[in-house]
């Protein structure tokens, strides 16, 4: 069964204190790897495509990488602001129909 | 301008009646999606509509029932609800690819 996880749940960090957050994969034909910003009581907002073990994409404090079984989001430095819910989504089939199967996500908290 | 627009925000209703929820997006893109967002914050993809084809039809009880008039729009219309399907309903578009654009979402309660 294609399933997307990640890990942690939850994360609490304090302004500037570096981390990141995973998600590993299990979908057959993988059609590339994406990452989605949630803000409470809003929709998903797209951040980053990734279609290649050894990519890397960033943007800001952020930074996400693709190997063959996992990706990561590095969160360098982060500021309040950066505090959302991070969903991580596994493309399916043809990229035509868009077809994506998203993983539960990683609420990020950042302390001032 | 809002890009994807959802009516309404919020929707409480009784078990058993019928409901509608539209989508409308002024992007210009060609695919249209529904998803549902449950209690537990899981996003699962529902249908996709590509100019007015139905593409995507997950397993979704036949209780739920998009409609697409036009490639701007497409509506959720759902009879008999039932308490399970209290969630977030989110509408989306894209140019037919995995970069999708959400819409702020529909709230439905059921009493």
């Known amino acids: 069964e294609d399933q997307v996880t990640q890990s942690p749940e939850a994360l609490r960090l304090q302004e500037g204190e570096s981390s990141s957050l995973n998600c590993s994969y299990t979908v057959s034909g993988l059609r590339g790897l994406f990452w989605y910003r949630q803000d409470p009581g809003k929709g998903p907002e797209f951040l980053f495509t990734l279609y290649s073990a050894g990519e890397e994409k960033e943007k800001e404090r952020l930074k996400a990488t693709l190997t063959k079984k996992e990706s990561f989001l590095h969160i360098t430095a982060p500021k309040p602001e950066d505090s959302a819910t991070y969903l991580c989504a596994g493309g399916l089939y043809g990229g035509s129909q868009g077809n994506l199967i998203f993983g539960k996500g990683t609420k990020l908290s950042v302390k001032p | 301008d809002t890009a994807v627009s959802q009516t309404p925000k919020y929707l409480v209703t009784q078990m058993g009646n019928d409901k509608s929820i539209k989508c409308e997006q002024n992007?210009?893109?060609?695919?249209m999606y529904w998803y549902k967002q449950d209690s537990k914050k899981f996003l699962k993809i529902m249908f996709s509509?590509?100019?007015?084809?139905?593409?995507i039809n997950e397993t979704v009880p036949n209780r739920f029932s998009p409609k697409s008039p036009d490639k701007a729009h497409l509506n959720l219309h759902i009879n008999s609800l039932e308490l399970g399907d209290s969630a977030v309903y989110f509408c989306a578009s894209s140019r037919g690819g995995y970069e999708q654009f959400f819409g702020p979402g529909t709230r439905l309660t059921v009493l």
């Open positions: 509509y590509n100019n007015k084809e139905l593409i």
């Open positions: 992007l210009g893109h060609d695919t």
